[in-house]
């Protein structure tokens, strides 16, 4: 059952520095109980959101008024990454999960369309469509790459030598298509060209050492040649990956992070946020009771996290697991009915929670006052929280 809710807000002094705290707008109880919200992917028209749960379920709502259009159920075992297909199948949602498949939904039916299976020991952490003709679809799994042609769901490669353990990311290189990056729990970080015949041997370009085990990796930059790193203990790290060059690395990200405003202490990073328009990078930090900053990564010259730039507090009550920018700060779309909403956010609460823009004229005007992003004299510790 979806439950909503509208959110008076508070009023704060004008804040004579740029942070901003964001309006929230409602928040939307998708399950009852201790259910977790895992990850929130946009349509590429922005008229459709999906959000995956632990309860192995896909659920889709408007992205403008949080509208609940059905849920996408048949996986078996918890669901490590949605994604909308493309232009090309603007209705295709695929998901993939710890029970070995693939799946692809229909978001006009709910239904399942089709599947691909990569076998009973396996699990897949993660997966990419792309490839020269765009067809390839790649899924990291339990130290393993496997590789399918999406049109006959025919496996046609697996490259079992180049990582030890759980592959948590594969990325193929927007512009370059045939250039596909993973990521492991094994620390590192490998770049394939996936045209040919696909082997370890001849195919394996380059490899990366993060040296522990990375959670989380994305491309970013004018030319699509720089990646940022998230590891499961909390640090950051900025390459190179054409040349393999380690440009920045944050080995005391939530220090830094941190000391940047006067809130509690960072306890985790749910991800990073790149501006093109901008060439800006923010690492995305939230504590463990539900307040979630924006913090720059200055990653040209000296390496610094800065001063908190957007604050998104008083919606969720726990863990925040997913973030979904939209607002024009951030570069997504604000065309049409969205415009005004700088994003939503979901959480181990169960919570979706839609945050506006603080020049919208839909809700009141919420600011930070100036001491919430001054230095504290002293911060509270508390437990970090494992997401993987």
Known sequence: METAMDVEEQHHSPNPNNAK??????????????????????????????????TNAV?????????????????????????FSGPSNPNLLCSCSSDSTIRAWDTRTFQQVSSINAGSSQEVFSFSIGGTSGNLIAAGCKSQILFWDWRNKKQIACLGDSHVDDVTQVHFVPDEQGKLISASVDGLICTFDTTGDINDDDHLESVINMGTSIAKVGIFGQ????LWCLTHIETLGIWNWKDGKNEVDFSDARTSASESWNLDHVDYFVDCHYSRE?????????TNAGTLGYFPVNYKGVATIGTVEAILEGGHTSVIRSVLPMSKIHTAPTYGPTQGIFGWTGGEDGRLCCWLSDDSSETNHSWISSTLIMRPQKTRMKNRHHPY
């Open 59 to 83: 659920k889709l709502y408007s992205p403008e008024a949080g509208q609940y259009y059905g849920e996408c159920i048949g996986h078996s075992a918890t669901i490590n990454q949605i994604l």
């Open 223 to 226: 030319s699509y040649q720089k």
């Open 278 to 286: 901008a060439e800006k990078l923010w690492v995305i930090g939230g």
């Open 21 to 54: 705290c964001f309006g929230l707008k409602n928040s939307i109880q998708t399950n009852f109980g201790d259910d977790y919200v895992f990850q929130i992917v946009p349509k590429d028209d922005w008229s459709t959101m999906a959000v995956s749960l632990s």
